[in-house]
């Protein structure tokens, strides 16, 4: 795949969400989601997890422990536990 054009476009709507919405908006976490997801498919796990940290941290704030974006946050982070290989 062409992961780094993906990351370059996610970065661009990063950009964009940070000068409009700024950091903690839950718009700005699906963002990091995305980037998060690529990382982890290019194979760059620790920095899927950052990404995957990040949006999870953002949503916590902004939408709460019950939120279905924050569970989805929780679920990324252990796909990519999962494809990295640490079970623990």
């Given at each position: 795949?062409?992961?780094?054009k993906?990351?370059h476009?996610?970065?661009?709507?990063?950009?964009?969400?940070?000068?409009?919405?700024?950091e903690?908006?839950?718009?700005?976490?699906?963002?990091?989601?995305?980037?998060?997801?690529?990382?982890?498919?290019?194979?760059?796990?620790?920095?899927?997890?950052?990404?995957?940290?990040?949006?999870?941290?953002?949503?916590?704030?902004?939408?709460?422990?019950?939120?279905?974006?924050?569970?989805?946050?929780?679920?990324?982070?252990?796909?990519?536990?999962?494809?990295?290989?640490?079970?623990?």
């Amino acid at each position: 795949g062409e992961y780094d054009k993906a990351l370059h476009m996610h970065e661009k709507a990063r950009q964009i969400r940070l000068a409009t919405l700024g950091e903690q908006h839950p718009a700005t976490a699906t963002t990091y989601s995305r980037m998060g997801s690529t990382y982890d498919s290019k194979g760059e796990h620790d920095e899927a997890l950052q990404m995957h940290e990040r949006a999870l941290r953002i949503r916590l704030v902004m939408l709460g422990e019950q939120h279905p974006d924050t569970a989805d946050a929780y679920s990324n982070m252990g796909l990519t536990y999962r494809s990295k290989g640490e079970y623990d």
